[in-house]
């Protein structure tokens, strides 16, 4: 169990800083899906560990190690975890279940909130065009979803950038993308070094929502000057703050450089997914899971081994 408990302890911080990459280089879709089930295994394992750990220095107090037929002379000569690390991981535990479920209540309020607001929208068309000078455009996930997209957007545009900023929003809805951002999101509240990840997924989703309005269009170059345009009209007319679990078409919260390095993606050829770094990918993550089932194992054949009943 010694050596078991690193890697998933170390590991995402090593995926978060190979993320971003991960994201710019693979197919939008494939990244997005990597991403945010590496992200959940990733946190998962860490968080299963951090338990080991605290369970390891927990059956070795006094108090609990002679209850119920356990030697406390077996557990001690076993040392499953050394005290500092099994109190680490204590306090460490802690800190991610509260901070978990903290992010679980405020995204459940939110997701709550955006079905409201998208069943109180005018109309009944899955479009909602608002009398907004600011440009913006997002989507609110609902039962069903909406877009919505301002006048003054619209006014920003031609007729084949509105339909492009429409079928990047469609592509929005269709795909869920809201469920994989927060998904990426909870895996960060899990584990702070996941963070850079749940920001790769951001991105990611806005690439395959770019991707999606470019097969419909056929045209690439069309959907990146539309990106651009947009940026620029979002920007000078400093659109509103969008709600929580909105995706719009630059992004909730765009990280510096994003929108040209998505630019710069469109005038380039569709992306393909290098198998080498999918086997890289996938190595980490079975890593990750295999260490922590194996210090599982090790802490299950303890215990056994100290039941003296």
Request: some cysteine; aromatic content about 4%.
């Amino acid at each position: 169990m010694h050596l078991a408990v690193y890697p998933p302890l170390l590991l995402p911080a090593l995926a978060g800083l190979s993320a971003g990459p991960l994201a710019r280089r693979l197919e939008p879709r494939l990244a997005t899906w990597l991403l945010t089930v590496a992200g959940l295994v990733l946190a998962l394992a860490g968080t299963v560990v951090l338990g080991l750990l605290a369970l390891a220095g927990l059956v070795r107090l006094p108090m609990f190690s002679g209850l119920d037929g356990y030697s406390p002379q077996v557990l001690a000569r076993e040392e499953p975890a050394a005290w500092p690390a099994a109190a680490a991981g204590a306090v460490l535990l802690v800190l991610a279940a509260s901070a978990t479920l903290r992010f679980t209540a405020r995204r459940a309020r939110a997701l709550w909130s955006a079905a409201l607001d998208a069943a109180c929208l005018p109309g009944r068309d899955a479009v909602v065009v608002t009398e907004d000078r600011r440009a913006d455009a997002y989507t609110v996930p609902g039962l069903p979803g909406r877009i919505v997209i301002s006048h003054g957007m619209l006014d920003a545009l031609d007729p084949v950038g509105q339909d492009i900023i429409l079928a990047h929003e469609k592509a929005h809805l269709d795909h869920h993308h809201y469920a994989f951002v927060a998904l990426a999101q909870l895996s960060a509240a899990a584990n702070p070094f996941l963070r850079p990840l749940a920001a790769a997924v951001a991105f990611s989703v806005e690439r395959w929502a770019d991707e999606d309005a470019a097969r419909g269009t056929g045209d690439r170059r069309a959907v990146a000057e539309t990106v651009a345009r947009a940026a620029v009209a979002t920007k000078r007319t400093s659109a509103g703050r969008l709600p929580d679990t909105a995706l719009g078409a630059l992004g909730r919260r765009p990280a510096p450089g994003a929108v040209p390095r998505r630019v710069a993606a469109l005038l380039r050829p569709a992306p393909r997914s290098p198998v080498h770094l999918l086997l890289i990918a996938g190595l980490l993550v079975a890593i990750s899971t295999v260490c922590a089932l194996d210090a599982s194992h090790d802490l299950h054949e303890l215990l056994e081994l100290a039941d003296v009943r």
